[in-house]
């Protein structure tokens, strides 16, 4: 069992270290397929994990100036007021249907991610304007009515999804800041490693408040997550951002049919 929760840590740890998502969206399955949590178990752990993993990357960030700041507290207040709300939802639906949910989730990650490594690596630069745009003065947002919109709307969103489905939203942040910002690949990767750390912390925070636990295994997972975001960012910049995309991809597309089969037909699946 420890070495199922360091190998799948490490493993998540570096997904996160590289694509600036995929934290709680994939260490859920893998704590229920590889360690053998139930859903409800695994969220606080992947939580705690993703908020490990996320708070290392956003202080190399911080260092290297790359991390919006200012935005990503934006996000994280919304975020932590709808938090709340999508807890309450977690406990109003059966185990079934929030598998489900999760589920489709992961299929529209994987697809859209599988669509835009086709167009990364072809596509051509073009001018546009998005509602949230740097100052080439300052380098900082031009913080206008559309820019607190489009924000705002990404962290309720984000804290939403992370109070439901123990997702620290970084499969949603990444996509939304670049349909919606003219930021940097690495500048959107390590702001939404902020967000995370600050939402996925404090949706965890009030979960351990609440006498939730987390079993020895689960300490083991969230150590190793963090030592894999560390050895992860070393060689970062280094890796095409379309392989990434790609890979990243495939690996939700397996976790989406894991999941699937370990809820209706466990049968078929004993791996935990």
Same mark, same amino acid.
């Given at each position: 069992?420890?070495?199922?929760?360091?190998?799948?840590?490490?493993?998540?740890?570096?997904?996160?270290?590289?694509?600036?998502?995929? #934290? !709680? @969206?994939? /260490?859920?399955?893998? &704590?229920?397929? *590889?360690?053998?949590?139930?859903?409800?178990?695994?969220?606080? +752990?992947?939580?705690?994990?993703?908020?490990?993993?996320?708070?290392?990357?956003?202080?190399?960030?911080?260092?290297?100036?790359?991390?919006?700041?200012?935005?990503?507290?934006?996000?994280?207040?919304?975020?932590?007021?709808?938090?709340?709300?999508?807890?309450?939802?977690?406990?109003?639906?059966?185990?079934?249907?929030?598998?489900?949910?999760?589920?489709?989730?992961?299929?529209?990650?994987?697809?859209?991610?599988?669509?835009?490594?086709?167009?990364?690596?072809?596509?051509?630069?073009?001018?546009?304007?998005?509602?949230?745009?740097?100052?080439?003065?300052?380098?900082?947002?031009?913080?206008?009515?559309?820019?607190?919109?489009?924000? #705002? !709307? @990404?962290? /309720?969103?984000?804290? &939403?999804?992370? *109070?439901?489905?123990?997702?620290?939203?970084?499969?949603?942040? +990444?996509?939304?800041?670049?349909?919606?910002?003219?930021?940097?690949?690495?500048?959107?990767?390590?702001?939404?490693?902020?967000?995370?750390?600050?939402?996925?912390?404090?949706?965890?925070?009030?979960?351990?408040?609440?006498?939730?636990?987390?079993?020895?295994?689960?300490?083991?997972?969230?150590?190793?997550?963090?030592?894999?975001?560390?050895?992860?960012?070393?060689?970062?910049?280094?890796?095409?951002?379309?392989?990434?995309?790609?890979?990243?991809?495939?690996?939700?597309?397996?976790?989406?049919?894991?999941?699937?089969?370990?809820?209706?037909?466990?049968?078929?699946?004993?791996?935990?």
């Amino acid at each position: 069992m420890i070495w199922n929760s360091l190998l799948l840590g490490l493993s998540i740890g570096a997904v996160m270290g590289l694509t600036g998502a995929g #934290g !709680g @969206i994939l /260490a859920i399955p893998a &704590l229920v397929l *590889g360690i053998g949590l139930d859903m409800v178990s695994a969220k606080p +752990v992947a939580l705690l994990a993703a908020t490990a993993g996320a708070m290392l990357g956003a202080a190399d960030g911080l260092r290297r100036g790359l991390v919006r700041y200012k935005a990503a507290l934006f996000m994280v207040l919304l975020g932590a007021i709808t938090s709340p709300l999508g807890q309450w939802l977690a406990h109003q639906v059966a185990p079934e249907l929030l598998a489900i949910l999760f589920s489709g989730i992961l299929l529209f990650v994987a697809v859209r991610g599988w669509r835009q490594s086709l167009r990364a690596h072809t596509a051509v630069l073009v001018e546009r304007s998005t509602p949230c745009m740097l100052n080439p003065v300052t380098g900082k947002f031009s913080w206008t009515p559309r820019c607190f919109l489009t924000l #705002g !709307g @990404i962290g /309720a969103v984000t804290g &939403l999804m992370t *109070g439901m489905l123990g997702v620290g939203g970084g499969f949603f942040i +990444v996509p939304m800041l670049q349909r919606f910002t003219n930021l940097t690949h690495q500048s959107i990767v390590l702001t939404s490693l902020a967000v995370i750390a600050l939402v996925s912390g404090s949706t965890v925070l009030q979960m351990l408040l609440h006498d939730t636990r987390i079993l020895p295994s689960g300490w083991w997972f969230v150590g190793a997550t963090a030592l894999g975001m560390v050895v992860s960012r070393l060689f970062a910049h280094k890796v095409p951002q379309h392989w990434l995309q790609r890979g990243f991809a495939l690996l939700v597309l397996l976790a989406m049919l894991l999941l699937l089969l370990k809820t209706f037909a466990p049968h078929w699946l004993p791996l935990a």
